[in-house]
């Protein structure tokens, strides 16, 4: 059983294919991934392919509160639905933060959960795209530099937040449109190994110019 195998290079995956043909007889592979397409065809050709849906949300919240209750944690009502969004139906993801909340503070709260998650809350995402948008950019670059240089809040992370709360922008649906588009690049861009600061703010410098013409 290989875990998060579309982590693994095309090259190891190459080698496993070779593997598997070898002992195809003798040893049934499972591998599990949270994205098919980046396994190599060769290995997709050869394996049946199951999809899972993501745990919804009610049954993560209901694990969680058991879980709490059994340890005899006490627990802010929302900070459980904040897990359960943020988690995008993984339970093991919701786990860990609930885990890693835990050590923060006696009592897990909203902002615990954000402390021990390292991320940015929503109504944060909010104003700097809306400070951006409106022109004040020097603003909205002040306090995504807190974030991600002073704070240490992950670029990708600050991505996944813009993502959240542009649908609910008071703009045009053709701006989101334009705006999802540019931060799919931006996105891209980090997780190919740039500067996480310079495309954030290249994405500010883009909401600038849309916002002002």
């Known amino acids: ?94 786990l860990n933060t609930l885990q890693v909340a835990a050590t923060y503070s006696p009592k897990i709260t909203v902002n615990s959960i954000y402390e021990a998650a390292g991320l940015v809350r929503k109504e944060w995402a909010a104003q700097v795209l809306s400070l951006a948008l409106k022109g004040d950019v020097s603003k909205a670059k002040g306090m995504l530099e807190e974030a991600v240089i002073r704070q240490g809040i992950s670029g990708q992370d600050v991505v996944e937040q813009f993502h959240r709360v542009i649908y609910d922008l008071p703009v045009d649906d053709d701006l989101k449109a334009d705006m999802l588009f540019v931060l799919g690049e931006t996105d891209f861009r980090i997780s190919e190994g740039a500067r996480e600061i310079i495309q954030l703010e290249s994405f500010l410098g883009y909401l600038y110019n849309k916002g002002t013409k």
């Open 1 to 94: 059983f290989l875990d998060e195998a579309d982590y693994m290079t095309d090259e190891a995956q190459a080698a496993l294919r070779r593997t598997m043909e070898n002992f195809t007889r003798t040893t049934r592979f499972i591998l599990s991934c949270n994205y098919s397409s980046k396994i190599i065809e060769p290995i997709q050709s050869r394996t049946a392919l199951f999809r899972f849906k993501a745990i919804p949300t009610e049954v993560v919240i209901a694990a969680m509160a058991s879980i709490l209750k059994k340890e005899g944690i006490e627990y802010e009502k929302k900070s459980l639905d904040v897990i359960a969004e943020m988690s995008y139906g993984d339970m093991r993801k919701a």
